[in-house]
């Protein structure tokens, strides 16, 4: 005779799943060719920095710590973003974009335990997977720098100080990665995130703020502006000097300080981190 036997099933607790969602989303983002080749050329734009370098050296002075953490920052003052957010839009767009665009997302949400948990598994391991990109090419730009300062035997920039706006580039990276998984959950598609997110930081939003300063009563709201407080968190103003500060507050564009800023910035990503989640769980997913 054999024995019935019942099988009770398992309440899988919050943490647990959570872990278990970040594990699926990681493994799914390690399988896929894109992001070994995109992180190739991270890392080989990120060696480059110290032999670019040689192209405007000066090796009479030592370069300022604002100057070596823009540089290391993939240049954020001229590009009014980092460069490398233009490669990261590819892996923060990605994992919504599978669920939402393509038809996955009954799937993932059967695998990690229900949508609630995906989206906060995605934004964990995407802040994550931002920010350790931003650290390893800082990192790897910075002993790229040191070494071709050695060799050409120009002096040494002040590390130490850079380290503090090498951490809000971390940071910032991080936050990128949230926003644009949020985007593509509030638009549902991935092409038109992408070009919101390279052409409103770089023109739009710069445009908005002087069409603003028109209005009676709104002068100065481009200063507080999503992107704006971002320049302003990336690049401290007050760590130049002479004409490089001059260069420095008109490439900002923004009188908030940096401290500030940070904060309003974290702000801005947090309500649009909300949203997203929002529309991620709350909207219908579509058919594969």
Partial sequence: MTADVTHTPRTVPAGEALRNACRYEWRHLTALRSTWVLLSVVAVLSLLTGPGMLFDLDRTRPMGAGAMGDLLAWAPMTTQ??????LVLILGTGPVSTDLVRGAARTTWLAVNGRRTAYAAKSVVGFLVGA?????SALVGGVSAAVVLAASG???????????PMLRFVLWMGCWALVCMALVALMRSRT????VLCLWPVLGERLAGLLLGYVPGLDGVGDWLPFSVGRAMLTDVSAFAGDERT?????VGS???TPVALVVYLLYTAALTAVGYWAYVRREAPTG
């Avoid at 973003?81 to 233009?86: E, K």
């Avoid at 120009?154 to 503090?164: F, L, S, T």
């Fill in 81 to 86: 973003v980092p460069m490398l957010c233009f």
């Fill in 132 to 136: 350790g990109v931003a650290a390893t």
């Fill in 154 to 164: 120009a002096p040494q920039p002040e590390w130490g100080a850079v380290v503090a």
């Fill in 192 to 195: 038109v995130p992408v070009v």
């Fill in 247 to 251: 260069l420095a507050e008109a490439m």
């Fill in 255 to 257: 009188d908030v300080s």
